[in-house]
């Protein structure tokens, strides 16, 4: 039996992401959210507001998501950090409500540098090290 390209695609991610350390999980969640954010972007250029919209609520998730995992008690910047994202999701629920391409850009400009610190941060350290996880800000997967 032959896998469909797209169904292998879906395998080969899922066992990607499953089998992804902390740290390289954290660096692919961002990647993903920027992914998001571009789509998002390109789709309100369009006036494609279902495409925006998905990407938007996709990439409010992830938001969500990574600020919820932030470990004050091992990081004193966890609460800096949470902050940003709850802006940046903020301008984002914004970006979808009022269909305004410059609150995705001004997004896309906040999260782009974190993503770049987190890739090098990710890539200065070990993966298999249980303490990498505490240095990139407490992220537990």
Known sequence: MTLQPARARQLYNRDAILSASPVRLLTMIYDRLML???RAEKAQEAADWQA???SLLHAQDIIAELSATLKSGIWDGAES???LYDYV???LVNANIN???SLT???IALVEPLRQSWHQAAASLPAERPEATAALGGYVG
């Open 81 to 83: 950090l949470r902050s």
């Open 52 to 54: 925006a919209s998905d």
């Open 89 to 91: 999701r903020r301008a």
């Open 105 to 107: 850009r001004e997004a």
């Open 99 to 101: 269909r305004n391409p």
């Open 36 to 38: 998001d954010l571009h």
